[in-house]
């Protein structure tokens, strides 16, 4: 009996396949926060990422014991999923260089990225990206460690494509409050809510700049925070015109509740992922050759696009058809 391949080594070879991580990032800055995110995930799964935050989470004057304690959580038997990233200072802030060698010293083998805000040009991004390198390859480190990085200034978008193609960078993720307050008033503040954040012609254009970029280099599009904590509605539909209108395939969260409700709105249908697998299940077995299936003639321009819709489902804890799991198992 011939061995199977695996989609991964059939469709993709040699080539870097783009990224498919958890549709939704929850952020938690201080220590209680951070403790509340773990056990939230070790309820649902490895569903979400959370971002420990060194920048708007630290205290002033503290900034080095707040990024020991992140250290601490990320090498915690709490962190079982190990996947928790870390957003350090921007690249204007004097302690960014400290939070790196903390951070990548301490915790780089567990850490699933480092997240970059606020720059306001590729070639402070670059800067950035060299000194963690640097870095982690002085920690013996041989991994590359994940880069996500927050377009929320007027030069950031100006050179996001060129962002987009930094080596080692994962994610972009789009910052709207800073975003819209770096327009001095031109956009209102109704902007940073729904419908204005979609409507808007600046901010919409923004977004979609964001993304055509992200996708056009293989890096994954995060959308900004819902600012209504509470309304779980209100997330869902937020993530849900995320997702269908402007092509993100990520979104923050900045409170518990908000996490399913984006996991949700950003997950496929199911529908279409039963039909994904059955497609490959039929490829896998015609050694990934071309195949009918109803009618339709499938090849592998098609299953590449089924094999990343099948692993979206899988990380968002999508049950999925038998035969399908065991290309997920370890």
């Known amino acids: 009996m011939t061995q199977r391949m695996h989609p991964r080594e059939a469709?993709?070879?040699?080539?870097?396949?783009?990224?498919?991580?958890?549709a939704c990032e929850h952020f938690a800055g201080s220590e209680k926060l951070i403790a509340k995110a773990f056990e939230l995930q070790?309820?649902?799964?490895?569903?979400?990422?959370?971002?420990?935050?060194?920048?708007d989470g630290a205290p002033t004057g503290r900034e080095r014991e707040h990024a020991d304690m992140?250290?601490?959580?990320?090498?915690?038997?709490?962190?079982?999923?190990?996947?928790?990233?870390?957003?350090?200072?921007?690249?204007?802030?004097?302690?960014?260089?400290?939070?790196?060698?903390?951070?990548?010293?301490?915790?780089?083998?567990?850490?699933?990225?480092?997240t970059?805000?606020?720059?306001?040009?590729?070639?402070?991004?670059?800067?950035?990206?060299?000194?963690?390198?640097?870095?982690?390859?002085?920690a013996g480190l041989t991994r590359e460690i994940p880069i996500h990085?927050?377009?929320e200034t007027h030069g950031a978008l100006r050179e996001v494509w060129d962002i987009a193609k930094l080596p080692w960078v994962q994610v972009l993720d789009f910052g709207l409050m800073d975003f819209v307050s770096?327009?001095?008033?031109?956009?209102?503040?109704?902007?940073?809510?729904?419908?204005?954040?979609?409507?808007?012609?600046?901010?919409?254009?923004?977004?979609?700049?964001?993304v055509a970029a992200a996708l056009a280099s293989g890096v994954v599009p995060a959308h900004n925070v819902t600012l209504d904590l509470k309304n779980t509605y209100a997330t869902?539909?937020?993530?849900?015109?995320?997702?269908d209108e402007l092509g993100f395939l990520r979104m923050w969260s900045i409170y518990p509740a908000q996490v399913q409700p984006i996991v949700d709105a950003m997950a496929p249908d199911f529908s279409e992922?039963?039909?994904?697998?059955?497609?490959?299940?039929?490829?896998?077995?015609?050694?990934?050759?071309?195949?009918?299936?109803?009618?339709?003639?499938?090849?592998r321009a098609t299953y590449r696009y089924f094999w990343e819709l099948v692993q979206r489902a899988h990380v968002s804890g999508l049950k999925l058809p038998a035969g399908a799991t065991r290309w997920f198992e370890h």
Request: net charge neutral.
């Open 42 to 55: 070790g309820k649902l799964g490895p569903i979400f990422d959370i971002t420990m935050d060194c920048e």
């Open 70 to 114: 992140i250290v601490a959580m990320q090498t915690s038997a709490a962190n079982v999923h190990k996947q928790a990233g870390v957003r350090i200072h921007d690249p204007s802030h004097g302690l960014w260089r400290q939070d790196v060698d903390q951070i990548v010293r301490g915790a780089g083998a567990q850490l699933a990225y480092i």
């Open 149 to 151: 990085v927050l377009i």
């Open 182 to 210: 770096g327009h001095h008033g031109a956009i209102p503040s109704s902007a940073m809510k729904s419908p204005g954040q979609f409507d808007h012609a600046l901010v919409r254009r923004a977004k979609a700049e964001v």
């Open 273 to 299: 992922v039963a039909r994904a697998c059955d497609i490959l299940l039929a490829a896998e077995a015609a050694a990934w050759g071309p195949i009918q299936h109803a009618g339709d003639l499938h090849d």
């Open 116 to 138: 970059i805000p606020k720059p306001t040009a590729a070639a402070q991004v670059a800067e950035m990206i060299r000194y963690i390198q640097e870095v982690a390859r002085g």
């Open 236 to 243: 869902y539909a937020d993530a849900r015109r995320a997702r």
């Open 11 to 22: 469709l993709f070879g040699g080539e870097r396949p783009f990224p498919v991580i958890p």
